[in-house]
């Protein structure tokens, strides 16, 4: 029997992700990394809502398996970031609101011009973002992570600048910085 449920489980992880785009260890570097980040910025206690430390990750239809995996991944590893508690939201693209914002943003795959809007909007009210694909840090996102060999935390020094965050400077020394083209 619990054989039978290993084995589902592992056919459906295969399952999801064989037409997909999606690397299931790249989301559980992100799962682990992209919260703890959150921390790093100064003013993160401004950005709280009810008390609570909010990620949201906004996505397109097509990806909301993917959506409830990362969601999965960021529970089980965080109940909470400091003392206070971790709420993990998703959030379809078409339904952003630039009125109703979160703490930080994990940007799933999706269209240019959409990341683009979003980023700027993100940027000018100072929340950070984290991008699944490396090439949305050419479209205002501030975060991203290059799996190699080694593990890389890529930061778009202008998009942070332009978002006016202001990180601890432990980030500096950990992060590569990303000069915009």
């Known amino acids: 029997m619990i054989f039978k449920k290993i084995f589902f489980i592992i056919f459906l992880q295969f399952s999801l992700f064989a037409n997909s785009v999606y690397n299931i260890n790249f989301l559980d570097f992100q799962a682990k990394v992209f919260p703890k980040i959150i921390l790093l910025d100064n003013n993160f206690e401004d950005k709280l809502l ?6 949201t990750i906004l996505y397109e239809e097509i990806d909301y398996s993917v959506v409830e ?9 965080y109940k909470s970031l400091k003392d206070y508690n971790l709420k993990v939201n998703s959030l379809k693209y078409s ?9 930080a943003y994990i940007l799933l795959l999706g269209k240019d011009e959409k990341i683009l809007e979003i980023s700027k909007i993100l940027s000018s009210n100072s929340r950070l973002t984290f991008a699944y694909d490396n090439n949305y840090l050419d479209l205002g996102v501030i975060f ?16 942070l600048k332009n978002s006016k965050i202001e990180l601890q400077n432990s980030i500096f020394s950990v ?4 000069w915009e083209i």
């Open 95 to 103: 339904e952003f609101n630039r009125n109703k914002l979160s703490t």
């Open 50 to 55: 009810e008390n609570s430390v909010v990620l």
């Open 69 to 77: 995996i990362l969601k999965d991944k960021i529970e089980k590893e």
């Open 144 to 159: 991203g992570l290059s799996i190699t060999s080694k593990v890389d935390i890529l930061l778009n020094i202008e998009a």
């Open 175 to 178: 992060v590569k910085i990303r």
